[in-house]
């Protein structure tokens, strides 16, 4: 499967962003999927995920009450919905497919498909 991200872009603190992770090559039903980032510097972090059916979904402590993770099977996409975005969130968000899905932060070795990337720059 490839693993398209868009949405990215440059927002004032406090502002909001919607990203996009569009799969093509095979359909994603049966993957969970979970969205990551890297800020210059620092190491890969995870960010949320979503079961494979949309009902369970986890996030990293940061973002919980800001970001809203989902996914359309239908369209084969899954989303990132920022809020209040602030200038930590700045960072490369990666989309990832894996084939399990769990109530905790996972590793990036849980997922095996990744997307290319999308910038988000947060600015004060």
């Known amino acids: 499967v490839q693993l398209q991200a868009s949405g990215g872009g440059l927002v004032q603190t406090g502002g909001s962003l919607s990203l996009s992770c569009a799969a093509s090559g095979r359909t994603l039903v049966n993957n969970a999927m979970s969205w990551w980032r890297q800020a210059p510097g620092k190491e890969r972090e995870f960010v949320a995920s979503i079961s494979w059916r949309g009902g369970k979904t986890f996030y990293t402590n940061s973002v919980k009450g800001r970001f809203i993770i989902s996914r359309d099977n239908a369209k084969n996409t899954a989303y990132l919905q920022m809020s209040n975005l602030k200038s930590e969130d700045t960072a490369v968000y990666y989309c990832?497919?894996?084939?399990?899905?769990?109530?905790?932060?996972?590793?990036?070795?849980?997922?095996?498909?990744w997307g290319q990337g999308t910038q988000v720059t947060v600015s004060s």
């Open positions: 990832a497919a894996g084939p399990f899905y769990r109530d905790s932060e996972p590793v990036a070795d849980e997922y095996d498909e």
